[in-house]
């Protein structure tokens, strides 16, 4: 413990990005000199900076007030002195609870210049109208974060991006920081990370992977570049991990477009960012160069939601969920035989496996399953590139009867959904005026107010859904284009590889055995991707004719 003659005196200095715009006045050293100066005046021994440049006074969690409020706290302290009561803070709450109670519990003087704020003057004025004046600065803090939002909203709503730091992959446009360029090398990074999860590598293979081949993370990268990040640098320049490789191919930016409103904060005082709902994000297409395909991007995502299952041997399959049984529809799960041999490895039913009277055992091996995916995939290929214009004159049809179907299920649910939401609002009315009046409890009140919020998010959700799910519909006959350019990239494939399997397939459903004629017979219909099922018999009937 410190005696009453080398006790030090706090000099504690605070300055915002806002207060910054104020001009030189509130400037750090000249805080510094504005203290200083009143300490020496004043005989206060030991002067001590406690500084937090560029924080916010709504919250107290600032690093220089933290190493103050320690010594304070350790008896250390004599005297405080700040500029003005705006410096100590601009939470009222918490200012007043600091000034009022735990300064003067741990024998500590507080002195806020320019207020003329002295606690060691109970009598004091000024002291009385220390509230008053903290309110204030709170509402000045309230009154620029509402502005600052405000501004934020108006350039999110044009499609301005609203991030700082540009993903990995882009650069800031010299002739425009708010537009990005392309970085080849950091691309090219992207592009390998989207294309061995589309080989079936989970995030953490791929980041052991970028570590072996000593590839930079994207932080020591663009320290190398010279360019600003938010992160420290890392130890171990390619030292990859999954969180970083999850964070890439979540990115939507990649695909050439502005995502604003990702992350939102609760009010001032709580500065943690939390995700926002997807619906209530704002995506601008086409605002610069993309790296990665759109069909690629969603393939993805829906690759990062399926478990892929590994044997006791360790081994994983390429067609790890995508198999499902044809009669129940469950996944079929990929497993191995007790002697360890690769060609007795196998997909059966998941559905069997828990419960065999509830489904049949559908069960067929990977080495099977592979070479008839393969020989279907080359059928639709070569038909594709022998007969282009009657595969789509067939498939066009054929996507536009279900289409037809599927729109009319849905606008009705659709139609459905918006009635009740309608009714919802008139109800939740209705017991407001109910409970105003004295007809309905508040308990009652809050219980009711309650199903019907959640229900009306619930069908909120719902809508959007449904009518993303139209216009996906709608929007078939883009898909059978994008399918047919695939075709003929894939013309001629002899092997299966795993990022043409994800490319090509978005589910493999697989036959009970038939038996009946003394041999082994299965069929399996492959779902493809942005197309559904391809009636190849029929085509192949047609094409014999």
Same mark, same amino acid.
């Given at each position: 413990?410190?005696?009453? *003659?080398?006790?030090?005196?706090?000099?504690?200095?605070?300055?915002?990005?806002?207060?910054?715009?104020?001009?030189?006045?509130?400037?750090?050293?000249?805080?510094?000199?504005?203290?200083?100066?009143?300490?020496?005046?004043?005989?206060?021994?030991?002067?001590?900076?406690?500084?937090?440049?560029?924080?916010?006074?709504?919250?107290?969690?600032?690093?220089?007030?933290?190493?103050?409020? *320690?010594?304070?706290?350790?008896?250390?302290?004599?005297?405080?002195?700040? +500029?003005?009561?705006?410096?100590?803070?601009?939470?009222?709450?918490?200012?007043?609870?600091?000034?009022?109670?735990?300064?003067?519990? %741990?024998?500590?003087?507080?002195?806020? &210049?320019?207020?003329?704020?002295?606690? @060691?003057?109970?009598?004091?004025?000024?002291?009385?109208?220390?509230?008053?004046?903290?309110?204030?600065?709170? =509402?000045?803090?309230?009154?620029?974060?509402?502005?600052?939002?405000?501004?934020?909203?108006?350039?999110?709503?044009?499609?301005?991006?609203?991030?700082?730091?540009?993903?990995?992959?882009?650069?800031?446009?010299?002739?425009?920081?708010?537009?990005?360029?392309?970085?080849?090398?950091?691309?090219?990074?992207?592009?390998?990370?989207?294309?061995?999860?589309?080989?079936?590598?989970?995030?953490?293979?791929?980041?052991?992977?970028?570590?072996?081949? +000593?590839?930079?993370?994207?932080?020591?990268?663009?320290?190398?570049?010279?360019?600003?990040?938010?992160?420290?640098?890392?130890?171990?320049?390619?030292?990859?991990?999954?969180?970083?490789?999850?964070?890439?191919?979540?990115?939507?930016?990649?695909?050439?477009?502005?995502?604003?409103?990702?992350?939102?904060?609760?009010?001032?005082?709580?500065?943690?960012?939390?995700? %926002?709902?997807?619906?209530?994000?704002?995506?601008?297409?086409?605002?610069?160069?993309?790296?990665?395909?759109?069909?690629?991007?969603?393939?993805?995502?829906?690759?990062?939601?399926?478990?892929?299952?590994?044997?006791?041997?360790?081994?994983?399959?390429?067609?790890?969920?995508?198999?499902?049984?044809?009669?129940?529809?469950?996944?079929?799960?990929?497993?191995?035989?007790?002697?360890?041999?690769?060609?007795?490895? =196998?997909?059966?039913?998941?559905?069997?496996?828990?419960?065999?009277?509830?489904?049949?055992?559908?069960?067929?091996?990977?080495?099977?399953?592979?070479?008839?995916?393969?020989?279907?995939?080359?059928?639709?290929?070569?038909?594709?590139?022998?007969?282009?214009?009657?595969?789509?004159?067939?498939?066009?049809?054929?996507?536009?009867?279900?289409?037809?179907?599927?729109?009319?299920?849905?606008?009705?649910?659709?139609?459905?959904?918006?009635?009740? &939401?309608?009714?919802?609002?008139?109800? =939740?009315?209705?017991?407001?005026?109910?409970?105003?009046?004295?007809?309905?409890?508040?308990?009652?009140?809050?219980?009711?107010?309650?199903?019907?919020? @959640?229900?009306?998010?619930?069908?909120?959700?719902?809508?959007? *859904?449904?009518?993303?799910?139209?216009?996906?519909?709608?929007?078939?006959?883009?898909?059978?284009?994008?399918?047919?350019?695939?075709?003929?990239?894939?013309?001629?494939?002899?092997?299966?590889?795993?990022?043409?399997?994800?490319?090509?397939?978005?589910?493999?459903?697989?036959?009970?055995?038939?038996?009946?004629?003394?041999?082994?017979?299965?069929?399996?219909?492959?779902?493809?991707?942005?197309?559904?099922? &391809?009636?190849? %018999?029929?085509?192949?009937?047609?094409?014999?004719?």
């Amino acid at each position: 413990m410190f005696g009453a *003659t080398n006790k030090i005196t706090a000099l504690y200095c605070r300055l915002s990005q806002e207060d910054e715009r104020l001009g030189e006045s509130l400037s750090i050293e000249n805080q510094k000199g504005i203290l200083l100066q009143y300490a020496r005046e004043h005989h206060f021994p030991n002067p001590t900076f406690f500084v937090d440049d560029g924080v916010s006074g709504v919250t107290f969690d600032r690093p220089g007030f933290q190493a103050m409020l *320690t010594e304070i706290e350790a008896g250390n302290v004599a005297v405080a002195i700040t +500029k003005d009561l705006s410096r100590l803070g601009r939470n009222s709450a918490l200012t007043g609870l600091y000034t009022n109670f735990t300064f003067p519990q %741990n024998g500590t003087r507080f002195i806020a &210049i320019n207020d003329d704020f002295d606690s @060691a003057d109970a009598n004091s004025v000024n002291n009385d109208f220390a509230g008053i004046k903290n309110w204030f600065n709170e =509402f000045y803090a309230r009154d620029t974060s509402r502005k600052i939002r405000a501004v934020t909203k108006a350039k999110g709503e044009r499609g301005v991006p609203l991030t700082v730091n540009v993903p990995y992959g882009y650069v800031k446009d010299p002739e425009n920081p708010k537009h990005w360029l392309i970085d080849p090398e950091a691309a090219d990074v992207v592009k390998r990370i989207f294309s061995m999860c589309m080989e079936g590598r989970g995030p953490q293979q791929i980041a052991n992977q970028l570590k072996a081949d +000593k590839v930079l993370t994207p932080t020591a990268y663009k320290k190398q570049q010279g360019r600003k990040t938010p992160h420290p640098e890392p130890e171990n320049p390619y030292g990859w991990g999954d969180s970083s490789v999850v964070n890439i191919l979540e990115r939507r930016e990649y695909t050439g477009c502005t995502v604003n409103f990702k992350t939102f904060s609760n009010s001032i005082w709580d500065k943690k960012q939390r995700e %926002n709902p997807v619906e209530k994000q704002a995506v601008f297409h086409d605002t610069h160069e993309r790296i990665i395909e759109d069909d690629v991007f969603d393939k993805v995502q829906i690759i990062r939601q399926q478990r892929h299952r590994m044997t006791r041997t360790g081994r994983s399959s390429i067609f790890s969920g995508l198999v499902c049984c044809s009669d129940c529809g469950s996944k079929m799960y990929y497993g191995s035989s007790n002697n360890h041999d690769a060609a007795q490895d =196998f997909f059966d039913c998941s559905l069997h496996r828990k419960h065999k009277e509830k489904c049949g055992n559908h069960f067929i091996r990977v080495n099977v399953l592979e070479r008839m995916v393969l020989k279907h995939i080359q059928a639709v290929m070569g038909y594709i590139l022998r007969y282009e214009r009657h595969f789509r004159t067939v498939m066009e049809e054929q996507m536009r009867l279900e289409s037809r179907e599927q729109i009319q299920i849905r606008k009705k649910q659709l139609d459905r959904d918006e009635k009740r &939401i309608s009714e919802l609002k008139r109800l =939740f009315i209705k017991i407001y005026e109910d409970n105003a009046g004295g007809r309905l409890s508040d308990e009652r009140f809050d219980m009711l107010s309650q199903s019907y919020e @959640a229900e009306q998010k619930q069908l909120e959700a719902e809508v959007i *859904t449904l009518q993303q799910e139209i216009e996906a519909q709608e929007r078939q006959n883009e898909n059978i284009e994008k399918f047919i350019q695939k075709a003929h990239k894939y013309v001629g494939i002899e092997e299966l590889t795993p990022y043409a399997l994800r490319e090509l397939v978005s589910a493999i459903y697989v036959d009970a055995p038939d038996k009946s004629s003394g041999k082994r017979r299965q069929h399996i219909h492959i779902k493809y991707d942005g197309l559904g099922f &391809i009636p190849l %018999n029929e085509l192949m009937k047609e094409e014999a004719a």
